[in-house]
């Protein structure tokens, strides 16, 4: 069993910026593939970032390009989103997932086992 906790979310203004961070608590976290997903009162969760197991390869939305990165510290079993540049369109509950079963990210909340509870953003205008 995987447990992840998500924090860093909160109300911002639009352009202002947050860091989302996602302790896991295992030591095995160093080979799974780590995804951010969002999801807004009645829309679909979906795919913000993935990166693999060792930091070395990551994806990012289009809509986020640009202005989110995705990181990993496996030392610290910990996650992190970087979100600059924020819009009022990224207000969502952000949350994160790992994917045990290879070191890969995947871009579809179904191949991922394992989600925490998520963290609120709220970008005002």
């Known amino acids: 069993q995987v447990q992840l906790v998500e924090s860093g979310g909160g109300l911002v203004q639009a352009g202002d910026s947050l860091r989302l961070s996602c302790a896991a608590s295992?030591?095995?976290?160093?080979?799974?593939?780590m995804g951010w997903f969002r999801q807004a009162p009645g829309k679909e969760r979906e795919f913000v970032a993935g990166i693999n197991w060792s930091g070395g390869s990551t994806g990012y939305a289009d809509s986020v390009k640009g202005r989110f990165t995705i990181s990993r510290d496996n030392a610290k079993n910990t996650v992190y989103l970087q979100m600059n540049s924020l819009k009022p369109e990224d207000t969502a509950r952000y949350y994160c997932?790992?994917?045990?079963?290879?070191?890969?990210?995947?871009?579809?909340?179904?191949?991922?086992?394992?989600w925490g509870q998520g963290t609120q953003v709220t970008v005002s205008s």
């Open positions: 295992r030591r095995t976290f160093s080979m799974y593939g």
């Open positions: 997932a790992a994917q045990t079963r290879d070191g890969t990210y995947y871009v579809r909340p179904g191949d991922y086992a394992y």
